[in-house]
């Protein structure tokens, strides 16, 4: 199980930035149960931004609310992250994060917490 993300770059603040992330295997996704994206800094741990679950449960880490919103596509095994009014001290990679992900059938092999290799996102002042 891969992930990719997509979607980072440079951005002045109060800009906004949409981040992606697609999930792709070696056979049929049948399921992903949350996705969620974290985010780390030089020199900080790496944190949890926002997640979503398979039924569309959400929830943000304070200092993002009211200006980040995180969707999926179920469908297309996507999750985005829609960052406004973005901030200096957002500024980080940000990493997406599949917490299980069932292959072939509702027996199927499951993979656990699953990374892709993060986006960069700096934000000028």
């Known amino acids: 199980v891969q992930l990719v993300e997509s979607g980072g770059g440079l951005v002045q603040a109060g800009g906004s930035l949409r981040l992606s992330c697609s999930a792709s295997?070696?056979?049929?996704?049948?399921?992903?149960?949350?996705m969620g994206w974290y985010r780390q800094a030089p020199e900080k741990q790496r944190e949890l931004v926002a997640s979503i679950t398979s039924g569309g449960d959400t929830r943000y880490r304070d200092s993002v609310k009211g200006r980040f919103t995180i969707s999926r596509d179920n469908a297309k095994n996507t999750v985005f992250l829609q960052m406004d009014s973005l901030k200096p001290e957002d500024a980080a990679v940000y990493y997406c994060?599949?917490?299980?992900?069932?292959?072939?059938?509702?027996?199927?092999?499951?993979?656990?917490?699953?990374w892709g290799r993060g986006t960069q996102v700096t934000v000028s002042s």
């Open positions: 295997a070696s056979g049929p996704i049948i399921s992903i149960n949350t």
């Open positions: 994060n599949a917490d299980e992900v069932r292959l072939y059938s509702d027996l199927g092999p499951r993979y656990l917490d699953r």
